[in-house]
């Protein structure tokens, strides 16, 4: 993936800003494989995920940020936010549960 | 992570279409880092770009898709998209090459 | 505009949770006019807003609610979280002020 | 609405560019009423919506375009991509139809 970037001399383009503004732009396309139905293309899915991801891991790499790191630290603030016993079965936001 | 959503019975919520929702709803989260401003504090990005991941994560396993392989193959159609010589230094979308 | 959709029998589609949606995803295609630039093409630009305004319109009629009240009532809360005084020249949150 | 932004000397930050992220981010907050139901609560919906058409009507005033006409010019274009005996009953994309 650096590479593709790389060769295309596209690293100026991608300011954190930017890249937030990408994933946010992919995200859409992805939401809208399924703006009028639950049951969207696998494929096309399959492809706009791969986008937000991309994204995702080349904002992670310009700020170094470890993916799985910080996926790991959030959980761990998630697990206090939402404690099993009050969530469990419920969609509420942490503020109202 | 599986087991944070296991144990809170939430796999019940995560149809993919409610995790592509929430993908484009984190996604903004993280665009409210830059919305004034070039330099998002870092550590409020690194929380932000945690949830989209993980949204993602669980969207690929929910469809039975592989993160890595997903990127690469995305990456392959992207490389013909965009050949080298003709997007170098460009921004321009494929359709404009 | 409700010709529009009548004729093409639409309405079916244009649940609340779709109509937001849409919003979302139109709203990204606007974004996506700065993706790489702080100039937007003005008319590509005028085509997407008016895409998310018209699908905002769409959600207020199918929701029962006057866009110009709402407007002016959200107005009213947002001078009581923003006090001129705090907020002059800053673009603060809220609860950063 | 202007009154209050000059108040703020808000102004300053009202770049085109910042008002299309602003309007992302509102739209995500719009489409978090229907994050896991398809009935967002109505008050909410109408405040969140009433933050999409503030910005929309910001940048609008920003870039010299006029709500009502841009969206009668959308719908006309719209009007020849979706011919009525193709699109009827369909919510397929016009370039599917």
């Known amino acids: 993936m650096k590479a593709f970037v790389l060769e295309r001399e596209w690293g100026q ?3 954190p800003a930017n890249l937030a503004k990408g994933i946010s732009i992919e995200a859409a396309e992805l939401l809208e494989c399924f703006q009028w139905t639950d049951q969207g293309d696998k ?3 399959a492809h706009e ?3 937000v991801l991309t994204y995702c891991l080349l904002l992670a790499d ?3 940020l470890e993916p799985e790191q910080i996926i790991r630290e959030k959980l761990e603030i998630s ?3 939402y404690p099993v016993e009050k969530s469990r ?3 509420d936001k942490y503020d109202r549960l």
Chains 1, 2, 3, 4 share one sequence.
Request: hydrophobic letters at 30%; zero cysteines; proline letters at 0%.
């Open 13 to 15: 383009f991608h300011t």
């Open 43 to 45: 494929e096309s899915v």
């Open 49 to 51: 995920l791969a986008d």
């Open 62 to 64: 310009k700020l170094g």
């Open 79 to 81: 697990k206090e936010k």
């Open 89 to 91: 079965g419920r969609s």
